[in-house]
């Protein structure tokens, strides 16, 4: 069975700095989709930014990005130019590619507060 | 679009109660997920149906829980009766098919608080 582990229970970022948020997982497949999805307090999960594990190219969605090493099975976010509406718990989600009922994995997530 | 529509927002009952979820998908979406989600931990998966069919309940709490999705469009999850440890948030989600391409979108959630 697949896992994802983020180790960083909670982290702070400075308004306008730079914070790199870390996710590792673990698989024995070769094709899959990584995502990191925003939990605010309204509690519904918005999709922030995906991978897909075939392609080498990193993933760009403005000011996210990610660091996808596939071979060491780390999957990270930064989110650069931190404004006060990044605040909220982030979270690491694998999905196999293959699987028919292929559900997402997640991590047990990382709070990220950004201080004005 | 709509977005996936779940109620109530909150629920608060009695241990040993019955409660119930309701969750109506995106329109045409054919594959929809019941996550529960426990304070301080990522979402879990309880539930996937494909239409109105089943195709994962692999880690559904058989003795407690059920759930249903009507005509394969809304979806009910169940709970009775309910212990302590249910208390968490149940997300609903959907998606156009269950293929890894697709992706899922989420309604914000039902938090049930049992005391």
């Known amino acids: 069975a697949q896992t994802v582990t983020q180790s960083q229970p909670e982290m702070s970022v400075q308004e306008a700095e730079t914070v790199t948020l870390s996710c590792t997982y673990d698989?024995?497949?070769?094709?899959?989709?990584l995502f990191w999805y925003k939990q605010p307090p309204s509690r519904q999960m918005i999709l922030v930014i995906r991978q897909e594990a075939y392609k080498q190219q990193n993933a760009t969605e403005n000011r996210f990005s990610v660091n996808f090493q596939k071979a060491a099975k780390s999957f990270s976010l930064k989110i650069s130019d931190s404004q006060l509406g990044d605040a909220a718990m982030y979270f690491c989600?694998?999905?196999?590619?293959?699987?028919?009922?292929?559900?997402?994995?997640f991590g047990a997530g990382t709070i990220l507060r950004v201080k004005s | 679009e709509a977005g996936v529509a779940q109620s109530p927002r909150y629920k608060i009952i009695e241990k040993r109660q019955s409660v119930a979820f309701w969750c109506n998908p995106i329109s045409g979406h054919a594959t929809l997920y019941w996550y529960q989600q426990i304070l301080g931990q990522g979402p879990k998966l309880l539930i996937q149906f494909q239409n109105n069919g089943v195709v994962d309940d692999s880690q559904l709490p058989k003795d407690r829980f059920s759930a249903e999705r009507l005509k394969g469009v809304d979806s009910t999850l169940k709970i009775q009766p309910a212990k302590l440890e249910d208390s968490a948030v149940y997300l609903c989600?959907?998606?156009?098919?269950?293929?890894?391409?697709?992706?899922?979108?989420f309604g914000s959630g039902t938090r049930l608080t049992v005391v």
């Open positions: 698989t024995s497949e070769s094709d899959y989709y």
């Open positions: 989600a694998y999905r196999s590619a293959w699987e028919y009922g292929n559900k997402l994995v």
């Open positions: 989600a959907s998606s156009l098919g269950p293929g890894g391409s697709y992706g899922y979108t």
